[in-house]
C-alpha cells in the first residue's frame, strides 16, 4: 500500500514541484494539493490522507491556526511541517499543536520520502487504511 500524502502550500511552484518529487517516488501518493488552508481542510476530512504536509507560512491564512485544526481531523494520519526557513516559536506552536514533524523544504527527495515514511510508522498509522 501507497503512503497517502496531501501537501497544503500557499506557492503554487514549490506545491507543484513537490507533488512532482512525491509522485515519482514508489510507495507514495500524492492525493491532493492546495494553496488554501480552509479548502484544504476540507478536503484532509473526505481524502484522509496519511500525512499532511503543510507550510505554515501563509499570507492568505493563519498558518498556525490551520497547523492546530490539521492536527484535530486528520483521523489518525500525520501532519508534518515543510517550511523554507526555521523558526523556533512556530517549532514550538507546532508541536504543541500536535505536529509529527518539522522539517526544511530544502531536504533532498529520497531524504523526505525516508522522513514521510517513518513519521507513519513512528505513528503506528498503517498507509492506506
Same mark, same amino acid.
Given at each position: 500500500?501507497?503512503?497517502?500524502?496531501?501537501?497544503?502550500?500557499?506557492?503554487?511552484?514549490?506545491?507543484?514541484?513537490?507533488?512532482?518529487? *512525491?509522485?515519482?517516488?514508489? !510507495?507514495? #501518493?500524492?492525493?491532493? @494539493?492546495?494553496?488554501?488552508? $480552509?479548502?484544504?481542510?476540507?478536503?484532509?476530512? #473526505?481524502?484522509? &490522507?496519511?500525512?499532511? *504536509?503543510? $507550510?505554515?507560512?501563509?499570507?492568505?491564512?493563519? %498558518?498556525? $491556526?490551520?497547523?492546530?485544526? =490539521?492536527? =484535530?481531523? @486528520?483521523? %489518525? !494520519? +500525520?501532519?508534518?511541517?515543510?517550511?523554507?526557513?526555521? $523558526? &523556533?516559536?512556530?517549532?514550538?506552536? =507546532?508541536?504543541?499543536? %500536535?505536529?509529527?514533524?518539522? *522539517?526544511? +523544504? #530544502?531536504?533532498?527527495?529520497?531524504?523526505?520520502?525516508?522522513?514521510?515514511?517513518?513519521?507513519?510508522? =513512528? !505513528? !503506528?498509522?498503517? &498507509? %492506506? +487504511?
Amino acid at each position: 500500500m501507497s503512503i497517502r500524502v496531501f501537501i497544503i502550500d500557499e506557492h503554487t511552484r514549490a506545491r507543484r514541484m513537490l507533488a512532482r518529487r *512525491l509522485a515519482s517516488l514508489p !510507495g507514495l #501518493e500524492v492525493v491532493g @494539493t492546495t494553496c488554501d488552508g $480552509d479548502k484544504g481542510l476540507r478536503q484532509i476530512e #473526505e481524502l484522509r &490522507p496519511d500525512v499532511v *504536509l503543510l $507550510d505554515t507560512k501563509m499570507k492568505r491564512a493563519d %498558518g498556525m $491556526d490551520i497547523c492546530r485544526r =490539521a492536527c =484535530a481531523s @486528520t483521523n %489518525g !494520519g +500525520k501532519v508534518a511541517i515543510l517550511t523554507s526557513y526555521i $523558526d &523556533p516559536e512556530e517549532r514550538r506552536l =507546532a508541536y504543541q499543536a %500536535g505536529v509529527s514533524g518539522y *522539517l526544511l +523544504k #530544502e531536504v533532498d527527495t529520497p531524504n523526505l520520502a525516508r522522513w514521510i515514511a517513518l513519521l507513519v510508522e =513512528a !505513528g !503506528g498509522h498503517r &498507509p %492506506g +487504511k
